[in-house]
């Protein structure tokens, strides 16, 4: 490798990638919600308070420097090089800090119909009567912004009081957090016992438990819970963090001593189960149930009742 000042490589990983991307590559910064930005090209790639994560691939960092050579493959001699000869030609203006404020949560306007929201999770396999569960309890409804329509799923505290929506489009790609959302309080199906059952997303617990509905001498007895969606882990597995979601759950539901853990057939969610796996203290028994086909438990679903899976497009693993 060529030899670089250390100096120079210093000044280099200074640089965040929102202010290299607003100063040298501003066509590709998109902004998603409050301080959130995402890329033009990944719109899983979510830049936010001096960090970026790319959520579709689990992997994420602080630096322009970490972000060309893990998202745009550079070589680390290549990456810095092109920070600094940018730098070079245009000294980059660093936008002011904007001070914290705390978001306060709200939920999106609810629209007067669940008609949209109900034939998309239909066509997914998701059961009607699940479905209309979930309006009942106040935990899904449908959003509309002229002829775009979302689902929202609601994450409660234990008052019942909401901390938390993820929303869905139904006709693209589009997913996100509501601004100010609390991923300590995640979409969740209480069900009393001493079980519970981890999933990614929303739609991958409502699949799982719409298959023990239809397949009722498989029954489960627990909660239900969605982490949406999961990290890579540190190199040091064993100081990786447990998902916020399940820490709050868990403090929360003293009674829990058994975790099955459904997360996806893909390297993020493998990685994050090895992870789980490694920190969850020893009184937990701890069970990994990945979905016998497909990606996720709504691929295993589909499979069962022979519907096509998600259009790989919807799907786009790589944004």
Same mark, same amino acid.
């Given at each position: !490798? ?5 100096e120079? #490589?210093?000044?280099?990983?200074? !640089?965040?990638?929102?202010t290299?991307?607003?100063n040298?590559?501003?066509k590709?910064? /998109?902004?998603f ?7 033009r090209?990944? *719109? ?5 308070n001096?960090?970026w994560c790319? +959520? &579709?691939?689990g992997?994420?960092?602080?630096s322009?420097?970490d972000?060309?050579?893990?998202v745009n493959?550079? &070589?680390f001699?290549?990456?810095v090089?092109?920070?600094m000869? =940018?730098?070079?030609?245009k000294?980059?203006?660093? !936008? ?6 705390s978001?306060?949560f709200?939920?999106p306007p !609810?629209?007067?119909s669940?008609?949209?929201?109900e034939r998309y999770?239909?066509?997914r ?5 699940l479905?209309? @569960?979930?309006?009942d309890?106040?935990i899904?409804?449908?959003t %509309?912004?002229g002829?775009?329509c979302?689902a929202?799923?609601?994450?409660? *505290?234990k008052?019942?009081?909401?901390r938390?929506?993820s929303? %869905?489009?139904?006709s693209?790609?589009f997913?996100g957090d /509501?601004?100010?959302? *609390? ?10 016992g001493?079980?519970? +059952? ?13 298959l023990?509905a #239809?397949?009722?001498?498989?029954g ?9 969606? /999961? @990290?890579k ?5 064993e100081?990786?963090?447990?998902p916020?979601a399940?820490? =709050?759950y868990?403090?929360?539901h003293p009674?829990?001593s +058994?975790? +099955?853990?459904h997360?996806d057939? *893909?390297?993020a969610? %493998? ?6 796996v490694a ?9 990994d149930?990945?979905?016998p &086909?497909g990606?996720?438990?709504?691929d295993?679903?589909?499979d069962c009742?022979?519907?096509?899976r ?10």
């Amino acid at each position: !490798m060529p030899y670089i000042d250390p100096e120079v #490589i210093l000044e280099a990983k200074q !640089m965040d990638l929102l202010t290299y991307l607003q100063n040298y590559e501003p066509k590709e910064l /998109v902004h998603f919600s409050g301080n959130v930005y995402c890329t033009r090209t990944h *719109d899983s790639l979510k830049i936010s308070n001096g960090k970026w994560c790319w +959520h &579709s691939r689990g992997i994420g960092g602080r630096s322009a420097l970490d972000y060309l050579i893990k998202v745009n493959g550079m &070589s680390f001699t290549e990456a810095v090089e092109q920070i600094m000869g =940018q730098a070079a030609i245009k000294p980059p203006v660093f !936008m002011p800090k904007a001070q914290k404020l705390s978001t306060p949560f709200a939920l999106p306007p !609810m629209d007067k119909s669940i008609t949209e929201v109900e034939r998309y999770l239909m066509q997914r396999g998701i059961s009607r009567e699940l479905i209309r @569960y979930c309006v009942d309890s106040q935990i899904l409804y449908q959003t %509309r912004k002229g002829e775009y329509c979302n689902a929202v799923f609601v994450g409660c *505290d234990k008052d019942r009081i909401p901390r938390y929506a993820s929303i %869905r489009g139904i006709s693209g790609d589009f997913k996100g957090d /509501v601004t100010g959302s *609390d991923k300590r309080y995640s979409f969740a199906l209480p069900n009393g016992g001493k079980n519970l +059952h981890l999933f990614e997303s929303a739609i991958d617990l409502l699949s799982f438990a719409t298959l023990k509905a #239809i397949q009722p001498q498989h029954g489960y007895d627990g909660d239900l819970l969605s982490l949406s969606g /999961v @990290y890579k882990p540190k190199q040091n597995i064993e100081d990786s963090a447990l998902p916020p979601a399940l820490t =709050q759950y868990l403090k929360g539901h003293p009674e829990i001593s +058994h975790i +099955h853990l459904h997360l996806d057939n *893909d390297l993020a969610g %493998r990685l994050a189960t090895k992870a789980i796996v490694a920190v969850l203290p020893n009184r937990y028994a701890v069970t990994d149930e990945p979905p016998p &086909s497909g990606k996720d438990y709504n691929d295993y679903l589909c499979d069962c009742l022979n519907l096509p899976r998600t259009h790989v497009k919807e799907r786009n693993y790589a944004r």
